[in-house]
């Protein structure tokens, strides 16, 4: 089974600042989507950037981007000029074949945001 | 566009108390979720499905049941309700690389 693990359960970082989240995962699969999801407050789960494993470019939304190493299987997300409604838990996911595709979710990383 | 939506989005149960968290979405989409979260912890699968009639078990099924006669609905049943089904209940489902998730319902047991 697929294997998720973000091992800083809490970050901060100012306002305007730049902040990494780590997440590593473990497969066997070549082919294969991972993703950062977002969940505020309000609970409500937010794609906020997904990349293709084939892909060797990494993904780029706005203010946030990937640093994608396959063979590391790395995949940690770069939040550039951070703002205060960045902050919530963010989660680092995988897609299982195994599972039906379903996404397999690392325990998520709280983000503090501080003025 | 809905999109998908749960209900309820809060609810209260005894101990042995049954219910269904209903699922329902307008995508169009084969694949399906239920995922659990427990504080301080990411999303458990607890079943999912493929298409209409095909469900199977993820990681965290016992105590639960799902049933798939639609493509737009994935009702959740708990049968005799167990205070460590305490949680926020998700469902999702899927198109090619994205998956949309509701609003939650946030489930105590007492």
């Known amino acids: 089974a697929q294997t998720v693990t973000q091992s800083q359960p809490e970050m901060s970082v100012q306002e305007a600042e730049t902040v990494t989240l780590s997440c590593t995962y473990d497969t066997s699969e070549s082919d294969y989507y991972l993703f950062w999801y977002k969940q505020p407050p309000s609970r409500q789960m937010i794609l906020v950037i997904r990349q293709e494993a084939y892909k060797q470019q990494n993904a780029t939304e706005n203010r946030f981007s990937v640093n994608f190493q396959k063979a590391a299987k790395s995949f940690s997300l770069k939040i550039s000029d951070s703002q205060l409604g960045d902050a919530a838990m963010y989660f680092c996911a995988y897609i299982s074949v195994d599972s039906g595709y379903a996404l397999n979710f690392g325990k998520g990383t709280s983000l503090l945001v501080t003025p | 566009n809905a999109g998908v939506t749960q209900t309820p989005k809060f609810r209260i149960l005894k101990i042995g108390q049954s219910m269904t968290l209903q699922c329902t979405q307008d995508?169009?989409?084969?694949?399906m979720y239920w995922y659990r979260q427990d504080p301080g912890m990411g999303l458990k699968l607890i079943y999912y499905?493929?298409?209409?009639?095909?469900?199977d078990k993820g990681e965290v099924p016992n105590g639960y049941n799902v049933s798939r006669s639609t493509t737009e609905d994935f009702p959740l049943r708990l049968e005799l309700a167990a205070p460590s089904q305490t949680s926020v209940y998700f469902c999702?489902?899927?198109?090619?690389?994205?998956?949309?998730f509701g609003q939650g319902t946030r489930l105590t047991v007492v």
């Open positions: 999702a489902s899927r198109d090619r690389g994205h998956a949309f």
């Open positions: 995508m169009n989409h084969n694949y």
């Open positions: 499905s493929v298409g209409a009639g095909i469900t």
